[in-house]
């Protein structure tokens, strides 16, 4: 009805609206077509070395490709300080293969040393450290529950310098049954550390088995808002388009007093039909069939390593 009023009244103010929804449309076009791209790039570095983390790295592909090419603020050369630019912290770093993959597509690295992933003297290790000065990693990460303790910290240094911008970070739903998390939750929430937007990857799997056979994390959307957090949930967290808009939200949220947790439901070995829906890659690599097949399923977009 408004685009109609629009279209009667003024053919300009139409035409904009017609263009400004053109270039979202392209825009989450290019980010869709990203996606195959970084999942090839997941399997072919875990099946490289027969060793690594599928699973999740699969799950969380849309989520690394909007952050980091719709989302983040970032200075072209990287520096660790991070001043005046957004930060991400990886807290659950077995992920790291999807980590690499956007890092090096978004112009971080070489796009070519990811076939180094997992090999001696490679920057590029099973879980991301920083002494081999990776750009884009500020932290070591791989021993869960640590990463929201960092991002916290990073959000009071960037209060206490008078940086206005925002850190992000990304957790593991199993993870969260490590305690440090709450301790760190619990301090967030009380000392309105509101320049944060904390997402947690909820596939309902980890190593052992599904979340809530391990154990059960219970309601953890009412969890974290007794705590004093604005939560967000996101139903297909797969979704680029329903993952821009949550993400899109948060920030404008972030500044009212409250951290901010999106709650992004996920599949675990997303767009791999036979790697879907179960912990069994949660740390397999695929042997030279089942790479041939996981390949077949995501085309080549953007030019393999």
Excluded at 64 to 84: I, P
Excluded at 160 to 177: A, T
Aim: charged fraction near 20%; glycine fraction near 10%.
């Amino acid at each position: 009805m408004f685009i109609n009023f629009l279209k009667k009244k003024s053919t300009q103010g139409y035409n904009l609206i017609q263009n400004f929804t053109f270039t979202i449309v392209k825009n989450i076009k290019k980010l869709e077509e990203l996606v195959p791209q970084v999942r090839r790039d997941i399997l072919r570095m875990v099946h490289g070395v027969n060793s690594g983390h599928p699973g999740g790295s699969l799950g969380c592909a849309e989520f690394f490709v909007v952050l980091f090419f719709h989302v983040m603020n970032s200075k072209n050369q990287f520096s660790m300080d991070g001043e005046h630019e957004d930060l991400f912290f990886l807290s659950n770093g077995h992920i790291s293969p999807v980590y690499y993959s956007v890092l090096a597509r978004n112009g971080f690295f070489e796009i070519s040393e990811l076939s180094t992933f997992r090999k001696i003297n490679s920057r590029l290790q099973g879980h991301p450290t920083t002494h081999e000065g990776l750009p884009g990693v500020r932290i070591s990460s791989g021993s869960l529950g640590q990463g929201l303790s960092v991002a916290i910290g990073a959000c009071l240094s960037k209060k206490l310098n008078g940086d206005k911008s925002i850190v992000y970070s990304l957790h593991g739903d199993g993870e969260l049954q490590e305690g440090q998390n709450w301790e760190a939750i619990m301090y967030a929430g009380s000392k309105k550390v509101d320049n944060l937007i904390s997402t947690i990857d909820y596939n309902k799997q980890q190593i052992d088995g599904s979340t809530e056979d391990v154990l059960s994390l219970g309601n953890l959307k009412k969890k974290l808002e007794s705590f004093n957090w604005i939560v967000f949930e996101v139903d297909d967290g797969n979704n680029i388009s329903n993952i821009i808009e949550v993400m899109d939200i948060a920030k404008k949220e972030t500044k009212k007093q409250k951290p901010i947790a999106i709650l992004l439901h996920t599949i675990m070995g997303n767009g791999v039909d036979f790697m879907m829906h179960t912990h069994a890659w949660h740390g397999k690599a695929p042997n030279d069939e089942e790479l041939k097949n996981a390949l077949s399923q995501n085309k080549e977009t953007h030019g393999d390593y």
